[in-house]
């Protein structure tokens, strides 16, 4: 499934370049997690405007996106772990997007897969939150990667996976 086009990753890039300019013009200071839903705000926006076939319905109980009528969502974060509550359970596609900003830039980890909910993986006890993360990603042979990649290093005793932004 094609979600994100390298139209799509220019938009969001440029708009939120815009919205931290805005931000910082009117003093706002955003958390990383206010602004991972800003970007996945942005990524709806752009696919809806620029991905034939996809509607973002801007509710909570609908999924990020329907591309003919499939749902998609979007998970964003400026770490390398992506969570999600009980919606994350239904089965669909999800972009993965991790974000960061070097020297004004923003620059993207983006990757998408189908998945059910037996792929996300449990909180724990005290957390009610499900989360998938980027070894879950590298071990799946269904990963399509838009933007950015991971980097494998299988040392003696373990491996390590570094993420590369574009």
Partial sequence: MIVISEDVLNGVKGDLKKLLSFYDEVGLRKSNKQLSE???????????????????????SEPDIRFNGE??????????????????????YYVFVSWEI???EPRFFVAGT?????????GGENYYATHYGKKELVDNKNVTYFSGDLVVNQG????????EYS
């Fill in 156 to 163: 003696k005793k373990r491996r390590t996976i570094k993420v």
């Fill in 71 to 92: 749902p998609v969502e979007i998970k964003t974060t400026n770490g390398h772990n992506w969570r999600g509550g009980t919606f994350s359970k239904r089965p669909g």
């Fill in 38 to 60: 800003d970007i996945s705000g942005l990524f709806e926006n752009n696919i809806e405007k620029l991905v034939e076939g996809a509607v973002a319905p801007k509710l909570d």
């Fill in 102 to 104: 070097v020297d004004d």
């Fill in 114 to 122: 189908p998945l059910v909910e037996s792929d996300w993986r449990g």
